[in-house]
């Protein structure tokens, strides 16, 4: 063999991201995953000059182009459709993702229902991989969702899946979950990364060749991200994150990628023991309602994609012997929180340092925005002076390390929320740009003067 022939060499690629090493790692260098990097085989010689070959379909015009066979269609439930823009697009793929129990096989058999129960959708076929076919007739049977139209099978092998589609012929397909559907053809162990992108793959090929709508359901890791390659995250149109506290009723379906509409929007759902239904006014279950103010509480108004929600801010005050005092959190952000007990002590001169401070938000609501930080500080400075807020009044802004109150975003709509739900005074940001005549804002430039504001109304 001659000297000047060069050996060819083995590569390594990522299965998470898809970058490629000379030599194998533990860890990707690029995402930071363990264990996703696989031999790619030997290099392959350069392609030879590849020439044209016959189309599918004619290019034409953008404007001769038939939109009407991708014209969204309701699912039904109306606040799915909100978050997916309208409802299913023909051919889309959409990626359900949440924890264990949050609800989301509860939500795709009331989706199920509704879908064989509507007039000219066709049959809605239901895949489950985790339960046996009598498990989920149970569940559909105890939640009201049974249906003529409806058919469901027990599969975990993905020729079983794509015969069932062949044999059937459903207007919607839901697979739960795309992670327990697995190929005997394909390397790989189940739910592994190989087989998650292959069976991903052929699902996606059958729902675009036949305009088949194709709702999947995810797994998640123990921080809440999907679980399986992120590549899975491209290749669907959809993705929806299903968001939930175990303790509380209220369920969020949050939109993250949507090829076909807005991506941050959100849907809100009550879970019951007979089913799922959907809440078109949620602001009233972050609410505790009381006629008279109550120290240690707060009401602001926050934004979850594009829809304002009243929250309810409670915060608990206690002497301690302890030196190191208790800062315990729940529904807020804890470094947010801990900056604003820091600023409140600092700048506005409320003594915590020698005290338990217990903050939380009502009704299970996650509350991470800054627009938060004013409620929270008068919150726990209501607590600490015993001297409550009206009722009636919201409060609203960023707090800075220097004390400084800044502006959030949408100022007039937040009010506006507020407003139709019945509150009449609202501490604001300055510049908070036009804001409804229905409700008495006083401009708060920092927190010193929020604080005199609690003082003249207790």
């Known amino acids: 063999m001659s000297k000047n022939v060069r050996t060819a060499r083995p590569g390594y690629r990522c299965a998470e991201c898809g970058n490629e090493v000379a030599k194998w790692v533990g860890r990707c260098p690029e995402c930071q995953a363990w264990g996703t990097v696989e031999e790619k085989g030997a290099v392959k010689p350069a392609l030879a000059r590849i020439t044209a070959g016959v189309v599918s379909a004619p290019a034409r015009p953008i404007g001769e182009v038939d939109i009407e066979a991708a014209r969204a269609v309701s699912t039904g439930v109306s606040e799915l459709d909100r978050v997916l823009g309208g409802g299913v697009v023909p051919g889309a793929v959409i990626l359900l993702a949440g924890e264990p129990g949050v609800g989301k096989s509860t939500l795709l058999l009331e989706v199920a229902h509704r879908w064989a129960a509507s007039r000219g959708n066709g049959r809605s076929l239901y895949i489950t991989g985790e ?3 009598g498990q989920v007739r ?7 969702n049974l249906h003529g139209e409806m058919y469901l099978a027990a599969e975990g092998e993905l020729s079983a899946v794509l015969g069932h589609v062949q044999a059937v012929r459903p207007g919607l397909l839901i697979v739960d979950s795309v992670q327990t559907v697995q190929s005997a053809a394909i390397d790989g162990t189940p739910g592994g990364v190989t087989q998650v992108r292959a069976v991903a793959s052929a699902l996606i090929a059958v729902a675009k060749e036949n305009n ?5 359901v995810g797994h998640v890791t123990k921080d809440g991200s999907i679980a399986g390659p992120r590549v899975l995250e491209h290749l669907v149109d959809v993705v929806l994150h299903f968001e939930g506290d175990r303790h509380s009723t209220l369920r969020l379906v949050r939109g993250v ?9 959100v849907g809100c759902f009550e879970l019951r023991d007979d089913g799922i239904i959907g809440v078109a006014d949620p602001s009233g279950l972050f609410l505790n309602q009381r006629e008279v103010g109550v120290p240690g509480t707060a009401v602001t108004v926050i934004v979850e994609g594009k829809r304002p929600l009243l929250g309810e801010v409670q915060a608990l005050v206690a002497a301690t012997n302890l030196p190191a005092p208790r800062r315990a959190v729940s529904g807020l952000d804890s470094a947010r929180v801990a900056m604003v007990l820091a600023v409140l002590e600092r700048r ?3 003594r915590l340092g020698d005290k338990d401070v217990f903050t939380a938000t009502v009704g299970g609501m996650r509350v991470l925005e800054p627009a938060a930080d004013l409620a929270v ?3 726990v400075a209501s607590a600490a002076r015993d001297v409550a807020l009206p009722p009636t009044m919201i409060a609203l802004g960023e707090v800075g390390l220097a004390g400084e109150v800044r502006r959030v975003a949408g100022a007039g709509r937040r009010l506006a929320e507020a407003a139709r739900m019945g509150f009449t005074h609202a501490l604001v940001p300055p510049d908070s740009g036009p804001l409804p005549a229905e409700i008495k804002a006083t401009v708060v ?5 929020a604080l005199r504001e609690l003082k003249s109304e207790g």
Do not use: C, H, I, Q
């Open 348 to 350: 506005g001169r409320v």
């Open 131 to 133: 339960e046996s076919a």
């Open 377 to 379: 500080a008068l919150a």
């Open 257 to 265: 990628k949507n090829r076909y509409g807005p991506a941050d929007e």
């Open 212 to 216: 088949l709508p194709v709702l999947l």
């Open 445 to 449: 430039p920092d927190l010193g003067s």
């Open 138 to 144: 149970l569940r559909a049977e105890r939640t009201g």
